[in-house]
């Protein structure tokens, strides 16, 4: 039999027809694309991460600025800061009058004093720190008509003012007294910040702080002065 018979014979006794396989192809890598997914999606959680930050740092910020305090009154630091040592000293010198009595915090004694020699200043005074306005306003209110150029009566009459929110006539009280330091300023400051002017506010802490000497009262301001121009640079009302 020829070679071309044997060739046909196979050929017919074949059952299925042959099959022709192609090796699988590895699929197509898109190197460039998968690297470009992953840039864009490290660069979007980065953005997420940055937007969280500046979410939370506002929320702090404005958490921190709704929460801050008007300033304790100035008068009432310096006495702590300055005049405590003098007071301490003089009452180790056996002077213990009211006004070391009121630096040194001793508010019963000052207050029995007070009534012992009928001294309506402190007896303000007194109610002034224990919250009790009315009677405060009534007792400096009279003594400083007696009295009228007492300043620090004055200013504890504009604390009480202040107090009871009755913020123009505290600002009558401290505009009216001449003397121009750092305690009657910052005093200024905190009852226009009250009212809602903090551009006034914020002028007149400028200048309480070019007067004070404390690096306490200084250190204070400073955060007021951050705090308003906070404020006034974001449009935001108080």
């Known amino acids: 039999m020829s070679i071309v018979a044997d060739s046909l014979k196979r050929l017919n006794n074949r059952r299925s027809k042959p099959e022709y396989r192609i090796a699988a192809s590895k699929g197509r890598r898109f190197f460039f694309d998968n690297v470009t997914l992953w840039y864009l999606l490290v660069v979007v959680m980065g953005l997420m991460l940055l937007a969280g930050e500046a979410v939370y740092v506002y ?7 709704k929460n801050i305090r008007p300033l304790v009154p ?7 800061l300055v005049a405590q040592k003098d007071a301490i000293e003089r009452v180790k010198a056996g002077q213990m009058g009211l006004e070391e009595l009121l630096v040194l915090g001793k508010l019963e004694r000052m207050f029995r004093l007070a009534v012992r020699e009928k001294n309506l200043k402190y007896q303000g005074i007194y109610y002034f720190k224990k919250g009790e306005l009315g009677k405060a306003f ?3 209110s009279t003594y400083l008509k007696k009295h009228p150029g007492d300043v620090q009566a004055r200013v504890y009459l504009a604390y009480v003012l202040y107090k009871q929110k ?3 006539r505290a600002i009558g009280i401290l505009g009216a ?3 121009k330091n750092c305690a009657i ?3 200024k400051a905190c009852v226009y910040e009250a009212m809602g002017s903090p551009q006034k506010a914020l002028e ?5 702080i070019r007067l004070c000497t404390s690096p306490a009262v200084r250190a204070k301001i400073t955060k007021k002065i951050v705090v308003l121009e906070y404020y006034l640079r974001s449009g935001i009302k108080r």
Not at 74 to 80: D, G, V
Not at 204 to 208: D, G, K, M, N, P
């Open 177 to 179: 007294l001449k003397d």
């Open 204 to 208: 007149l802490y400028r200048s309480a």
């Open 74 to 80: 100035i008068a009432e630091l310096r006495q702590k």
């Open 185 to 187: 300023v910052t005093d």
């Open 138 to 140: 009534a007792l400096l």
């Open 59 to 65: 929320r702090q910020i404005d958490s921190y600025v």
């Open 166 to 168: 009755k913020f123009a």
